[in-house]
């Protein structure tokens, strides 16, 4: 038995139980962990869903360049599709993704932009503004727009959420998941809701950005918007993806916390995950209260530990944010004093 390409391995990825990390909580918590996707995260998914639906609708036409705004797991999904599918793709992102996603993007013959971080996103040096030239001046350009296209979305409620849905075998109470497009929350609450309105579903948000006053509020604010480190997650505009009614509350999570749970998932657990996947559980941990033991939790962990080397697995790179205080002895500590 075979697959007859590669995209046909996206999905279907392992539902594992946590059982360190959650130590205090009494709830049981189980990872939806899509490291095992092609492009080592969940956006595949979207990203293949994206191109057929545009295929369909013919808005992508053969041999059309992709050309979109993203922080790289986007980017992963639509390069390895549009290697097989034959599509050229544009990707612009920012000097705050790191190195590594940028580097796998060329890897599957991509081109990237990388452009600034603290400009708004009107500013014409901004990624936003510059894919939405690139596709004005490039022929037979299709820009996905992963922030408004529903398909993304709909991916999850067709495939995200079915799959957590048949894996805990209708038992899940809760959905935790990071938000960033809004895209996974979406999808997999509206589906998941739908089979079982009593599903709790919360989402994780970053310190820097706007949802979970907008959630509480009603309110944009401006105010709350800064510059952040965690990866994935917050934004600086109500993206079309994010359904506020599915989402029950969002919980923010800082900088330091995301990035130490991060690492410990891989100490704990043996689970490489990404930034955001650190962010998911320390915002659960920071909920556990609100948990009793016969709840069934899923958080999703969206990507690969790999992309995140440089930067949270990396103890120089902790230690100059003032990240790492409490350092435990080590070979190498005591063989420098
Ligand atoms: N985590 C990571 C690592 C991501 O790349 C993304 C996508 N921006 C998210 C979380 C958030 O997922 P979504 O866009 O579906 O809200």
Request: aromatic share 8%.
């Amino acid at each position: 038995m075979w697959y007859k390409n590669i995209l046909e391995t996206i999905g279907n990825t392992p539902l594992v139980r946590l059982n360190k990390i959650t130590r205090d909580v009494s709830a049981t918590v189980l990872a939806k962990v899509e490291t095992t996707n092609p492009g080592n995260s969940i956006k595949d998914r979207m990203a293949i869903k994206m191109i057929e639906d545009a295929e369909r609708s013919g808005a992508l036409k053969p041999g059309g360049t992709i050309i979109e705004g993203t922080s790289g797991n986007t980017g992963m999904g639509l390069a390895i599709a549009a290697v097989i599918k034959g599509y050229k793709c544009i990707f612009t992102t920012t000097d705050k993704q790191s190195k590594e996603k940028t580097d796998a993007l060329r890897a599957f013959g991509a081109e990237v932009i990388v452009c600034p971080t603290n400009v708004d996103p009107e500013d014409p040096r901004s990624y936003y503004s510059v894919s939405s030239r690139l596709v004005r001046e490039t022929p037979n350009a299709w820009k996905p727009n992963q922030y408004d296209n529903l398909s993304n979305s709909q991916a999850h409620y067709e495939q995200t959420g079915p799959e957590i849905w048949e894996q805990t075998e209708g038992r899940i109470t809760h959905l935790v998941v990071g938000v960033g497009t809004g895209g996974t929350i979406s999808g997999a609450g509206k589906y998941l809701k739908e089979r079982n309105p009593g599903i709790q579903v919360w989402g994780i948000d970053t310190f820097g950005s706007v949802f979970k006053k907008y959630k509480e509020t009603g309110i944009f604010d401006k105010d709350e918007i800064y510059p952040y480190i965690t990866e994935g997650i917050g934004e600086d505009f109500l993206p079309q993806n994010v359904d506020f009614s599915v989402i029950d509350l969002f919980e923010k999570v800082t900088d330091k916390d995301a990035a130490l749970t991060t690492r410990e998932i891989a100490r704990k657990e043996g689970i490489f995950a990404g930034n955001s996947a650190g962010a998911a559980v320390a915002g659960l941990l920071q909920l556990k209260d609100r948990l009793k033991p016969t709840d069934v939790v899923v958080i999703i962990f969206h990507d690969h530990g790999s992309r995140y080397m440089g930067k949270m697995y990396n103890d120089d790179w902790l230690r100059e944010r003032g990240f790492l205080h409490d350092e435990k002895l080590t070979a190498k500590s005591i063989l420098a004093k």
